[in-house]
């Protein structure tokens, strides 16, 4: 019976190894089908709710108790805004991480008393719950804080190629509202929904688009926005003064782009020295522990 059971899991493996290998080509009309099916956001909001409803029904009754320890912080609530998560909804998350680590070590050590008839003692679990506990209440925050860059960062790169296509668009002779309507219609994704959102709000309301590009800036804490709000402000409405200011921001966002660029790499390239300088050391005990065996066999 084992053998049969041995023979059905490696037919079942080999098939999926030659199927992962080679899958079955699609059909022409299935290649289409998937053309005409507009795209859909793998990261929306329904999405996101879905996934972290059990979180927040079960911490939910916790979020006032993390609210007195002082949470969120005003950089966590402005990484939060960045990230389109609820306040509510990741105070609840921190929650349930905080009780799963309180709960694992008694657990741990109670597996451990009835199955193994071993004794952890009172002190041990509980140094290792308030430990777990204390740890897993900021994993949320790190994912958080992550993701938050990433999206700041898209949100400056995004931002640089709206404002080299408005002065594209200033040089032919478009005004400030058509050329930023233009820059913005071309670019895709979150940042660009941002901005352009943004400047929707000041068409329908007859305002400067600077003073609501500056609000979305100190909202999602994007200093780029803010000092590009405040120095197009002082620039006032003439063509001119704005053509030669947004081309000056641009080429220095466009400058430490490349300096970030060129600071990540390098420390890339520092952090795959650590495994060669590893590979080495281990290559050198392989070589020298037959000698040195011998020497401290021989004395």
Known sequence: MI??????LFGAGATTLVYGLRPPRATLADVLATLNVPASSPHSPADAADEMEW??????RAVPLVRTLGFPTTSLRADLAVCGTGE???LA???????VGLVTPWATALLLRLGADVEAGWWMPLAGSIALAAVL???????IRTQAARRRREMRHTLSLVLDLTVIAL???????????QAIATPQGWAAGKLRHALHIAQLTRTSPWTHLGELGRQLAVADLRELASTLSLAGTEGAKIRGSLGAKARAMRR??????????QAATERMSLPVMG???????LIGYPALAHVLSMS
């Open 3 to 8: 053998v049969i059971l041995l023979g059905v």
């Open 55 to 60: 979180a927040t029904r079960l911490g939910r």
């Open 88 to 90: 509510e909804q990741h």
């Open 93 to 99: 998350g921190k929650a349930v991480c905080a009780t």
């Open 137 to 143: 209440f900021f994993v949320p925050d790190l994912s």
């Open 171 to 181: 040089a032919g002779g478009a005004g400030v509202q058509q050329a930023l309507a």
């Open 256 to 265: 430490s782009r490349v300096s970030e660029s060129d600071g990540a790499a």
């Open 279 to 285: 590979l080495f050391t281990a290559f050198l005990l």
